[in-house]
């Protein structure tokens, strides 16, 4: 096993054979290098500091039905929320405060005709805090939306492709939805020139072995400079409600593996990791993580922001917790890095 980790780290790449020895390996020891490596080369690149990026919950309304997310449009439990343009501001003025330099504004996937609405919202973002990056994770749109929304200012991107098995892909989405259309996206907001991420849930519904495989494998070749992963935590108002959640250990095993075969791609240790234990953000930055995305948002729509049952939103996950955050770094050696924290790519 020593051997397939060394190769990985030498050559950023494994045969799918590989690659499945590494993800079923059992042995203490053997798991154990893995991670040890994995951490040394996010050392190399980026030390022992760990990027904040400030979450800002725009909005849960959404038009998509995605069979695994809580705020699906056929949800009807959910009560619905959009924060106005000056809410997303103080957001900002709040997070500025405390030292955050990077504003992610995630929402459910609106129609075309609030675009605009969005690139005035990125303009005055810039416009107020210059030195911040802006990211958006607002879903599927026309190539045109996105290049506004870049015109207007935004740097990076986050879109999961979820799966890059085009079967399962629509297992997991409406009819409608489809994974060329996902993975098309995606090109253009590189060729956009936003710094994009990308991803999948880990332990999702009807997911082999053999399709985590596929996504490493569309994951080394995309080279996205951003890999968002979590556990799938099922949510009691969705049709997978029965489904048992996927496992911190084979999405830290994830980590280390993406961070072996791309050294300097930003990897964050994700909200579902915390939210399944308690030490599940540490295990992620133990495994070469080197992001945190505290939540920023206003504390009374948190709740309503539910993609999954018991979504961590307080104390280390909270903006106003940053300092509950960095003591849990410090106990494990690491501490925030202030900065903007760009791609080094
Ligand atoms: N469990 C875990 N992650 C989820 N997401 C949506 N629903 C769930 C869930 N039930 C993730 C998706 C999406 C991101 C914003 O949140 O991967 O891309």
Not at 89 to 116: D, N, P
Not at 215 to 224: A, C, G, K, N, T
Not at 317 to 338: F, M, N, R
Request: with cysteine.
């Amino acid at each position: 096993m020593k051997r397939l980790v060394d190769k990985l780290w030498d050559e950023h790449r494994l045969t799918p054979d590989e690659y499945r020895a590494l993800l079923i390996m059992r042995d203490a020891q053997d798991i154990d290098y893995l991670m040890d490596q994995a951490r040394t080369v996010s050392q190399l690149h980026f030390g022992r500091g760990i990027y904040l990026r400030g979450l800002i919950e725009l909005s849960n309304v959404c038009r998509n039905d995605c069979l695994y997310c809580g705020i699906r449009r056929s949800n009807c439990h959910v009560e619905r929320y959009t924060l106005s343009h000056d809410q997303v501001l103080a957001c900002c003025e709040q997070g500025y405060k405390i030292g955050f330099r990077t504003f992610v504004l995630q929402g459910g996937e609106w129609g075309e005709e609030r675009s605009r609405w969005i690139a005035d919202l990125i303009g005055d973002i810039k416009k107020g805090w210059p030195d911040c990056a802006v990211t958006l994770s607002l879903g599927e749109h026309p190539r045109e939306t996105y290049a506004l929304w870049r015109d207007a200012g935004a740097d990076r991107y986050l879109l999961r492709h979820e799966t890059h098995h085009p079967r399962l892909y629509s297992l997991l989405h409406p009819q409608g939805m489809s994974l060329a259309q996902r993975l098309q996206c995606l090109d253009w907001l590189k060729e956009l020139g936003f710094q994009v991420g990308t991803g999948i849930m880990v332990g999702a519904p009807f997911q082999t072995l053999g399709s985590i495989i596929e996504d490493i494998e569309y994951l080394v070749d995309f080279q996205p400079q951003m890999i968002g992963l979590g556990p799938f935590i099922p949510h009691h108002d969705t049709p997978f409600r029965r489904f048992p959640a996927g496992s911190v250990e084979m999405t830290a095993k994830l980590y280390a593996i993406l961070r072996l075969a791309m050294p300097k791609t930003l990897i964050p240790s994700t909200t579902a990791m915390a939210t399944l234990a308690p030490d599940g953000r540490c295990r992620g930055i133990l495994a070469g993580a080197n992001v945190v995305m505290p939540n920023l948002s206003p504390t009374d729509t948190r709740k309503q922001y539910s993609l999954y049952d018991n979504k961590a939103a307080l104390g280390a996950e909270s903006a106003q917790g940053v300092k509950i955050l960095a003591d849990e770094l410090a106990a494990i050696g690491y501490h925030i890095d202030w900065s903007r924290g760009d791609s080094p790519q």
